[in-house]
C-alpha cells in the first residue's frame, strides 16, 4: 500500500521559511516521481513543485520560481520542500503525491498524480 506522510506544517510569519516533508513507503522511491500540491480555502488545488526521484530533474510552477527547493533523499523515502519568503497568500493546505512518471516531470507535475498524503496546513500570518 503506497502511503505518503507529510509533515513540517504549522504557522510562521510573512517573509519565514518553512520545510515540509514528504515520507514515502510502500513504493520502490527511486522509480517514482513526488510532487507538492497546495489547496487554498476556496480555491482549487494548484501544483508547487515536482521531482523525479531517478534523475532529479525538477518542475516549479513559475509563481514558486525562486522562493521554493524541492529535494529528494533516497536513502530515507523521503523528498522536502524548502520554502522561503512565504507570503499570507501561500496559506494552504499542502499535499504530497507520487505516481510512476510516464512523461516529464514538467507535463506530469501539472497533470496530477495517483497517490496523495492526507496534507498538512501552511498558515502565513501578516
Known amino acids: 500500500e503506497v502511503q505518503l506522510m507529510e509533515s513540517g506544517g504549522g504557522l510562521v510569519q510573512a517573509g519565514g521559511s518553512l520545510r515540509l516533508s514528504c515520507a514515502a513507503s510502500?513504493?520502490?522511491?527511486?522509480?517514482?516521481?513526488i510532487g507538492w500540491y497546495r489547496q487554498a480555502p476556496g480555491k482549487e488545488r494548484e501544483g508547487v513543485s515536482c521531482i523525479k526521484n531517478r534523475d532529479n530533474s525538477t518542475y516549479y510552477a513559475d509563481s514558486w520560481k525562486g522562493r521554493v527547493t524541492i529535494s529528494s533523499d533516497s536513502a530515507k523515502n523521503t523528498v522536502y520542500l524548502q520554502m522561503n519568503s512565504l507570503k499570507s497568500e501561500d496559506t494552504a493546505i499542502y499535499y504530497c503525491?507520487?505516481?510512476?512518471?510516464?512523461?516529464?516531470?514538467?507535463?506530469?507535475?501539472?497533470?496530477?498524480?495517483?497517490?496523495w498524503g492526507k496534507g498538512r496546513l501552511v498558515t502565513v500570518s501578516s
Open positions: 510502500g513504493i520502490t522511491f527511486d522509480d517514482y516521481a
Open positions: 503525491a507520487a505516481e510512476l512518471p510516464y512523461t516529464d516531470i514538467a507535463t506530469l507535475c501539472q497533470l496530477g498524480m495517483d497517490y
